[in-house]
Structures are given as structure tokens and as C-alpha cells.
């Protein structure tokens, strides 16, 4: 895990090590008490990396579950800790780094008694190489905590003790593509039902069967499973003004709702399901019997222009 200590940017310093070692303890110290141990900590660990940044910043939002999953994939190094500042709060931190701009990545090594900047792209990749080039901390994969697994086949549905929720979603939407981060929505929101298996089915590679079994014609749709009793939310409709995404509060509504019938439909078995998507109406335009509905989540506004061009390419099939 990461800390959320204090508030800050910086840069390279040209102070001397005795002197920047003390003005750091200083100010860390100073921050607040409830993190003095933490502080100390830092300054005792061989590395330590330093996400600056700002909550009103944008680009920080857009970095945060970013450094979440990169300082899961750390926090098992016993030579590595992964730390955030908040520069709005640490005027005295920002000034002695001299950070002028939020986002900002820094790694100390205290056995050099240097601070190094990353000036790169901030990819999850080129951090990681970062990293891992200027310390002897390694990632492992194995540290991640994963509550939901991929669905490949429906030998990966019937082989569960539990009551499952499948989570019907495209890899091409953005809303889903960091399905594997310890912080995303899925992740947290299986998190508080245990007693439920979460699951994610891309439609794309699940194969056929999966979606002709529970009668799904909607990404994103969520089909709850339990002895008798079936529940689906958005599965069967295909309108593309309002069932074109699912957000974590409706995700986490349907699951304490689950056993009532104020958010989606429920069903004692298949059969009755697939009678039920039988017997439906068309509604023009609005729906279609067959096919899949499949639109990005998104706004253009959200998007940069290699996220635009790829969702265009993506809906025209290239």
C-alpha cells in the first residue's frame, strides 16, 4: 500500500545531503503528527517514490488509479515505498522540491542522498522500467488483490459454489479496460458482497454460448445467478440512449436490491427468461431482436484523440 502523507512537487536539488536531509525531516515532520512515524519510515527505507499532486488537478484524477495499481505492485518490496503528496496543503515541501506543475514523479535513494525526476510519458509501463532502472524493487503481479475473475466459458460459471454476478462488458469500452486495478468500481463493489462471485465476460472472446445461455443483447448488462432465481439488469434491452453503461452506483444498487424487483427483472429459471425475451415487443428503433449494442461510455470531451480515433475504428470494424 501506498501513504497519503503530505502535500507537494519537486525537482532536482542542489542542496548538499546533510542540508536536505534535514530540511525534509523538518517539514515532514511539521505536516502533521499522525504521520511522523510514516515520515520516518521514508527516510529509512533505500527508495522511496513520490507521486506529487493536486486534487483540483485533472490530469492527477486521470494518473490516480494509475499509481493505485503501479503501488500495488510494489507494496510488497521491503527496499521501495510508494508515497503521495498533496501539494496544495505543503506550500514548504513544493518550494524546497520546487515543483512548478501537478502531476510530478520523483524517486529518492537514500543511499545516494538524491532525488531523481521522471520526466516521461506517464505510462504504467515506462514508470514501471523507471522504477525498476534507478532501484533493486521489482514488481510482482501476485501482490494485486483480485475479487473478480474473467469468464472464458461456461465451465467457468457452473464450477461456482456461490451466487454469481456476471458483468457483461466490451474490452474496447474504456470503462473497463482497467478491470484488473485493485481500485476500479467492479473490484471495490465485489469487495463488500463476499459471499457472491464476481465475474466479467467479454462478450468478444466468452464465446457465443455464454450470451445465447442467459439471452444477453446489451453491453454492459449484469445477470445474477442463484438456485431459482435469476436477476438481469440492461441484459435484454438494446436501448442506446440509457443502457449504454454501468456505473458503480447503480452496480452496487442492483446488488442490495438484488432479491427485489426494484432495478431490473427476475426470473425462477432460464426458461422462463428466455420466454420473457421471446415474447418482447421491438420498439423501432429503440431496440433490436438480434445483434449486440455496444457503445463507449465516454464523451468526445473525456477522450484524446488516440482514444477517439481508436473507439472510431472500433465501431466501423477495422
Known sequence: MYWCLFECTGAYLSFSSMKLLFLLWALLVAASHRDISSTQE???????????????????????PDFEYLASLYNASKNLQMVRIDGRKHKDLVQLFG????????LYDAKEKQIISYNNPRSKENIRRFIEEHSDAVATETNLEQ?????????????SSKPVLLAFVSRRSLDWKDYFYPNHFYQRVAREFPQVDFKLVFYESAGPEVMQKYHVSNIPSLVFLDTNYIKV??????NQLVNHVISEDALRHFMLHVREEEQGKSFATEADLGAFVAAMDFEGHMQRKGGMNVIDSRTRGDMTLEEEYSALLGSIGL
Open 42 to 64: 521514508i527516510l529509512e527505507k533505500p527508495y522511496t517514490f513520490i507521486y506529487f499532486h493536486a486534487d483540483d488537478c485533472q490530469f492527477c484524477q486521470a494518473f490516480n
Open 99 to 106: 515543483v512548478t506543475s501537478f502531476p510530478t514523479l520523483k
Open 147 to 159: 475479487n473478480v475473475q474473467v469468464v472464458e466459458s461456461l465451465a467457468d460459471i457452473d464450477t
Open 233 to 238: 439488469f440492461n441484459s435484454y434491452s438494446t
